[in-house]
């Protein structure tokens, strides 16, 4: 069974910074691209940043220069570093695993297989 399991998240005043983490069991991220993505309440969950195989990433412009995605194969886990936190960076944010390009672009919900739990962020002004 697949556990994807974020932590990290915190309180934190606009201009701070936060370190998530995700730490996957029952699936090897080696060798498969991971994201991260955020959910407002009412509003539809979206994608933050994927990390593919080879640990280049690829950003939501409302991040790009200030989150860096990483990742540790040898411990089954990713991180995301966010620096310059905004007010409206906050939210909850979500790990996603087993995406499957044929099911959509990166920032398709539905191209993955594996969601954790997520972890909250909020970024006070």
């Known amino acids: 069974q697949v556990h994807l399991v974020e932590s990290g998240g915190g309180s934190v005043q606009s201009g701070g910074s936060l370190r998530l983490s995700c730490a996957a069991s029952g699936y090897t991220i080696n060798g498969n691209s991971m994201a991260w993505f955020r959910q407002v309440q009412g509003n539809e969950r979206e994608g933050v940043a994927l990390?593919?195989?080879?640990?280049?990433?690829i950003y939501a412009n409302s991040v790009k220069g200030r989150f860096t995605f990483s990742r540790d194969d040898a411990q089954n886990a990713v991180y995301l570093q966010m620096d310059t936190l905004k007010p409206e960076d906050s939210s909850m944010y979500y790990c996603?695993?087993?995406?499957?390009?044929?099911?959509?672009?990166?920032?398709?919900?539905?191209?993955?297989?594996?969601w954790g739990q997520g972890t909250q962020v909020i970024v006070s002004s």
């Open positions: 996603a695993a087993g995406y499957d390009s044929r099911r959509g672009p990166w920032t398709t919900t539905s191209a993955y297989n594996y």
């Open positions: 990390i593919v195989p080879i640990g280049a990433a």
